[in-house]
């Protein structure tokens, strides 16, 4: 009986140890997946509908897409789609067509643990043109894949739904 008690100890020990281990944010083919729609009315602006343009960065931390989302200019600064600081590990732009229902898969880079996206909508507001995602992790803390879904309205980005 000890025997098994010990054993079933150390099994349940192990186990503690390695979930607590750090997560390894390593790349992965595909792990990301952004469905977009366009609105019939996308970017409406003086009674008409307009192409939008989106970019999207991957983030080992949120600091320098935060601080550049709430400093004067910085939207514009993120709509450049440039690598802003060390925090960006990629960024890619995207065109969103009015009534498009576009789907891009994305490799997720390495040390990648966010996913931010800016929509270039004419009426440019942080809370309407900005969205963060964070990749999740499994209960044995490795990195998911993450799968996205969202409607460019007319003048915002409207959340559908956040599958993980």
Known sequence: MKVFIRLVLVLFSTILVC???ATKWSYEKDAIRLHITGDPELNLYQKKAHT?????????DLNGFNQLVDEKGGLEKLLECNRFDQSVTHSKRLVVQPNQDLTEPMNRTEDAKYLGIVAGYYSLKKDQSTRLFQIPVS???SPKKLYVTLHMGPQGIQERKENQ
């Open 19 to 21: 979930s607590c281990t």
């Open 52 to 60: 939008l343009i989106l970019c999207t960065y991957h983030l080992k």
């Open 139 to 141: 209960w044995t803390n």
